[in-house]
């Protein structure tokens, strides 16, 4: 019986899908601070309940955002050892899922706060919430630009971008809400606003947690069949049989497959790795394949698990 461990790229070169916009994310931490910072003096000075509000949602999110920067850090740093064979790389992905939970909270929040409101809308000063706003959602657009492309890459900078997405889309309510009061006087633009950003964020939080959690419960990744995969691994010249097939995600972009290969007879071991490793990084993109190729006549040992 033979077998083979065969990967695209070196542990040197193994980095998460994350990792790569690390810097991005911290800008976009040091934006939110601003915000944060002007939000809240600007809000305490003119007892605004709208900025104050706001403000403990953009500290929400900053944290979030944070906390996915340091869990990219954490998990960079740890390499592995003989206690951790993956490193921590998954705790990126435990961040994503306290994002989730924190959105959920802050979504949940603002909208019981909003409902509220309704009864007996506060008098909100228009001009310097409309002027904070607008000074809040050009930050917000630049953090949003600067992650938009990682989050089509990383699970935990997805997180991250819904928060300052969440943010962007507050302001843009915030601001909204000051310039109804400051025109027109209208009251319950406030608890308005405050619904439809409530509405907004409880979806994004929920598919992100359930992304999240599919990871942590070792699902299959999303978009890969395990039928199909099987099946082509069987078709193989060499291969007469797949079994013990599992496919999981570390973190984002860092996949890895495990399978028993059976072999027909006369089969060659080395073609029929190469020929697996091949498929699976071509096919499905999953460079890191560990593969144990076995003769006609070995069998397996039943797991009961």
Known sequence: MGQGHGHGMSAEQAVSAGS???????????????????????????SSLA??????????DVFGVALAAVAIV???????????????????VLAALVNAVLLFGVAGWVLYEAIGRFGAPPEVPGLPVTIVAAVGLVMNVAAFLLLRDGAKESLNVRGAYL?????????????????????FGWRYADP?????IGLFVLPRAWRLGRSALRILFQHAPEGVDVTQMTSDLTKLPGVSEVHDLHVWTLTSGMEVV????????????????????????QSYHIEHATLQVEQPSAKCRELSW
């Open 258 to 281: 495990s399978a028993h290969l059976t072999m027909v007879d006369g089969a060659d071991q080395a073609d029929v790795l190469v020929a697996a490793q091949g498929l699976l990084s």
């Open 192 to 196: 308005v606003i405050g619904v439809a």
């Open 163 to 183: 928060e300052v997405m969440a943010d962007m889309i507050g302001s843009i309510g915030v601001l909204v809400s000051g310039l109804l009061m400051l025109l």
């Open 74 to 92: 954490v998990a960079r740093r740890s390499g592995r050892g003989r206690g951790r064979t993956f490193g921590l790389y998954r705790s990126e």
């Open 51 to 60: 900025l104050l509000a706001d403000s403990a949602h953009v500290f929400t």
């Open 20 to 46: 790569r916009h690390l810097r991005r994310l911290w800008i976009a931490v040091g934006l939110g601070l601003v915000t944060f910072v002007l939000q809240l003096i600007v809000g305490l000075a003119t």
